[in-house]
């Protein structure tokens, strides 16, 4: 009897915990919801972009996200941007897709390449890829040394490689000299259409939207989380633009070199130190200087000065003063794998930035006293002798001075009333026995 009871109790029992069991099971995949992150690949490709995109990856992949979208229409940018964006593409640890809608022109095809998945819009084209190096301002682009154009085709064949996708249509997009029966001749670019990278396998489908790409991932009714840039990214990317670098460059050392030929510390000196901070802020976090940089800068900044305060003349300090400056700044602007190409690009802005920091000085120290704003700048106050304040005492070679209402008159030695006319006798510091001076 005693043991029906026991048997009862623990069916009971097992039957509860069962039940809850397959009554919990659908709530737990009820809320097992799809998360989508999705980032816009828009503009110019610059280094400031490529922060942002790693950003979102990371926290994707923290988050434990489904899928990571990038929402790409672009003509291209700096190659090195799109370099960073591609080795984090790979290496990321959550899918990766590329949507292509409307291009993935030049850096934007290498960004496309590299994305584990690739979907293109009707109408979408993504190619034309060959390196350019920037040409004189208002002049067009120039073509680029070979041993850039290598280094760039070769990036996008390893990608395509890295991808299972055709390595020699990638290094068709990059290269002329690539030829393709039945695809691309040489001494043609190639650039393909949504139909050929579909035809080709570059692409993987068609979608129109997201809805639609979602629907082709099987990633329906997924909370999309639509990601933007911080103010700081947008910050760094306006930093970083080569014209913006350029300047703060030159106001920079405008600004130092002002407080360098001026005595103590003012705004010129501030304002300086401030434009060389924001330089280095925003291509630091760029990975593009770092302390060996900022080191070179501050070695440079120290021969100037000790060529200026201490040293008479122009000579060796000044020389590596300027040469460290330089180095330091220039290699500020290019990042790693740089060729000589654009190595002397970036030391011809940096020449460029400097010289006119330097004409501009040399314009502010002779003029800037003369104008009327440089005028409330500087303190002239006067300590005029007609508000009772003493001029500076006129040596005589005596030991007293002339100089009438400013010094009470000292009374002269005995002589015949003969000898003493209507003259002032007056004390010097370094005279106790008054001298006589004439009228």
């Known amino acids: 009897m005693q043991l029906r009871k026991w048997a009862g109790a623990l069916i009971l029992v097992t039957s509860g915990f069962l039940g809850i069991t397959r009554s919990a099971a659908p709530l737990v995949g009820q809320t097992a919801t799809p998360i989508v992150y999705l980032a816009p690949i828009e503009g110019v490709i610059d280094l400031g972009i490529a922060p942002f995109v790693q950003r979102v990856i990371n926290e994707a992949t923290g988050k434990g996200a489904d899928a990571v979208i990038l929402e790409i229409n672009t003509f291209g940018g700096r190659v090195d941007g799109a370099v960073i964006i591609r080795d984090a593409l790979l290496t990321a640890r959550v899918k990766t897709v590329a949507f292509v809608n409307r291009r993935a022109i030049s850096a934007g095809a290498l960004i496309t390449l590299a994305a584990e998945t690739i979907a293109m819009s009707d109408g979408a084209t993504i190619g034309a890829a060959a390196p350019v190096q920037i040409g004189q301002p208002g002049g067009p682009a120039q073509p680029v040394e070979e041993k850039t154009l290598s280094y760039v085709r070769k990036e996008f064949r390893a990608t395509a490689e890295s991808r299972k996708r055709p390595p020699l249509i990638a290094e068709a997009m990059v290269d002329a000299d690539v030829a393709i029966p039945d695809i691309i001749e040489k001494g043609k670019l190639l650039t393909l259409t949504t139909e050929e990278a579909l035809k080709y396998e570059v692409a993987d489908f068609r979608a129109q939207n997201i809805e639609e790409l979602l629907e082709r991932l099987n990633l329906q009714g997924a909370e999309i989380r639509r990601m933007s840039e911080t103010w700081a990214e947008t910050l760094v990317r306006f930093l970083t633009h080569p014209v913006v670098s350029s300047l703060l460059i ?152 002339k100089e009438a209402k400013l010094f009470p008159p000292c009374a002269p030695p005995a002589l015949p009333r003969s000898a003493v006319s209507a003259s002032t006798w007056y004390p010097t510091a370094n005279s106790s026995i008054p001298e006589r001076i004439l009228s």
């Open 250 to 401: 030159t106001v920079g050392i405008l600004g130092i070199i002002i407080e360098l030929r001026s005595p103590g510390f003012g705004v010129p000196g501030a304002l300086g130190i401030a434009f060389l901070a924001l330089f280095f802020w925003g291509h630091w976090l760029v990975q593009l200087a770092g302390w060996e940089e900022l080191l070179l800068v501050g070695i440079g900044l120290f021969f100037l000065a000790l060529e200026i305060f201490v040293i008479p003349g122009f000579g060796i300090a000044g020389i590596l003063g300027i040469g460290a400056l330089l180095g330091g700044l220039s290699m500020s602007l290019v990042g790693a794998g740089a060729t000589w190409n654009v190595i002397l690009t970036a030391a011809g802005r940096v020449v460029f930035s400097l010289l006119f920091a330097l004409i501009a000085s040399l314009f502010f120290l002779r003029f800037l006293p003369r104008m009327r704003f440089g005028r409330k700048l500087i303190l002239d106050t006067e300590l005029p002798a007609d508000a009772g304040y003493p001029r500076r005492p006129r040596a005589t070679g005596s030991g007293c001075i």
